[in-house]
């Protein structure tokens, strides 16, 4: 059974940083591609960045140059950085598969950006 356990959220001031992380059980994800995830409220889901199992980076718009997705397959782990962040990047964050294969959420990781 996979589970997925996203912590590092918090609240922060815009132009803070805060470092999600991903700790995954039941998958190995250094054979698979992983997603962060984000969904504002009154919002739907959103991919936010991406890392294939052999690294390659992808990020949405609005976050490129700001966001910076890793993964250390030794830990299991897939990290989220995120700087100069802003009142919009406040959302529950998740990781899971990419591209989204139906598994269930973890309880993600809520960021809150407001001064």
């Known amino acids: 059974q996979v589970q997925l356990v996203e912590s590092g959220g918090g609240l922060v001031q815009p132009g803070g940083s805060l470092r999600l992380s991903c700790t995954a059980s039941?998958?190995?994800?250094?054979?698979?591609?992983m997603g962060w995830y984000r969904q504002a409220p009154g919002k739907q889901r959103e991919l936010v960045a991406s890392i294939t199992y052999d690294f390659r980076t992808n990020y949405a718009d609005s976050v490129k140059g700001r966001f910076t997705i890793s993964r250390d397959n030794a830990k299991n782990t897939v990290y989220l950085q995120m700087d100069s962040l802003k009142s919009e990047d406040t959302a529950v964050y998740y990781c899971?598969?990419?591209?989204?294969?139906?598994?269930?959420w973890g309880q993600g990781a809520r960021v809150t950006v407001s001064s």
């Open positions: 899971n598969r990419f591209p989204y294969t139906g598994a269930s």
């Open positions: 039941g998958i190995r994800l250094s054979i698979n591609s």
